[in-house]
C-alpha cells in the first residue's frame, strides 16, 4: 500500500501557484519524498525529491516540514499543461509504490 | 523525451495471440521496470531488472514473461493473455537499484494493450 495521503483533486487558476499537499507520517527516516505527475495516457514523469530540505528545481518546489511528516509540492505558475495527476510517494532505494495521487485542474 | 521509448504504442491481439513489447532506454542507466495501469487503478510495479538480472515479481502471472538482454533493453512476451490484461504498459528505468539510496525512475510513454 501506498504510505501517503493526497487530496484526490484540486483545482487551481492559470498563473497562480498551485500547492499540492501530502501527508507522509510514517515516513522512516531513510525514505526519500518524491513527486511525479502523469499527463493523460502519458508516462509518469519525475518532477523532484528530497530527504529533509526543502528543494527547487526549474519545475517545482518541495517543501517538507521539520518532523518530515508531511510536504508540499508548489508549482509557483501553474499553465494548462500542469492539469495532470499528483503523485506523492515515499521510497527508500527505487521501489516506488504509486498511490492514488491528486488529480490538478488548471482552470483558464 | 525522457530517454525511454516503448514500441508499440498501441497493441490489439486475441487471446490466442503471441506479440511482444519492446523498451529501449538511452540514458546509461541499469535497472528497467515494467509497470501496468489498468483503467482508474494506481500504476503497479510488474518486473525488476537490476544489471539485467530479474530482482523482483510481483507475483504476475505466467502469461506475461520478461526478457532483458542487456542493460538498455528490456521486452514483455505476451501469450493467452485475457480481455482483463488490456492496460497501459508502462517501462521505466533508473541508475541502478542500491537498497538504501534514493533512484529517479524515468518513465516511457507506455503501450495500450487492447485484449479482444
Known amino acids: 500500500d501506498a504510505k501517503t495521503t493526497q487530496p484526490p483533486s484540486m483545482d487551481c487558476a492559470e498563473g497562480r501557484a498551485a500547492n499540492l499537499p501530502c501527508n507522509h507520517s510514517t515516513i522512516s527516516g531513510n525514505e526519500y519524498v518524491y513527486w511525479y505527475r502523469q499527463i493523460h495516457s502519458q508516462g509518469p514523469q519525475y518532477i523532484i525529491h528530497g530527504l529533509k530540505n526543502n528543494e527547487t528545481n526549474e519545475m517545482a518546489s518541495l517543501i517538507i516540514t521539520e518532523d518530515r511528516k508531511s510536504s508540499t509540492l508548489i508549482l509557483p505558475h501553474a499553465t494548462l499543461r500542469d492539469t495532470a495527476v499528483y503523485y506523492c510517494?515515499?521510497?527508500?532505494?527505487?521501489?516506488?509504490?504509486f498511490g492514488k495521487g491528486t488529480r490538478l485542474h488548471i482552470l483558464p | 523525451e525522457t530517454g525511454v521509448t516503448q514500441t508499440p504504442r498501441h497493441l490489439v491481439m486475441g487471446m490466442t495471440n503471441k506479440k511482444s513489447l519492446k523498451c529501449e532506454q538511452h540514458?546509461?542507466?541499469?535497472?528497467m521496470y515494467w509497470y501496468k495501469q489498468s483503467a482508474k487503478k494506481p500504476l503497479e510495479l510488474m518486473f525488476v531488472y537490476n544489471f539485467k538480472e530479474q530482482t523482483e515479481n510481483n507475483s504476475v502471472p505466467s502469461r506475461f514473461s520478461p526478457e532483458c538482454p542487456n542493460s538498455s533493453h528490456l521486452f514483455l512476451h505476451l501469450h493467452t493473455l485475457q480481455p482483463e490484461d488490456s492496460a497501459l504498459y508502462l517501462c521505466?528505468?533508473?541508475?541502478?537499484?542500491?537498497?538504501?539510496?534514493?533512484?529517479?525512475?524515468?518513465f516511457g510513454p507506455g503501450t495500450r494493450l487492447t485484449v479482444l
Open positions: 510517494i515515499v521510497a527508500r532505494d527505487d521501489k516506488i509504490i
Open positions: 521505466a528505468s533508473s541508475q541502478a537499484k542500491v537498497v538504501g539510496v534514493a533512484d529517479t525512475q524515468y
Open positions: 540514458l546509461g542507466h541499469n535497472a
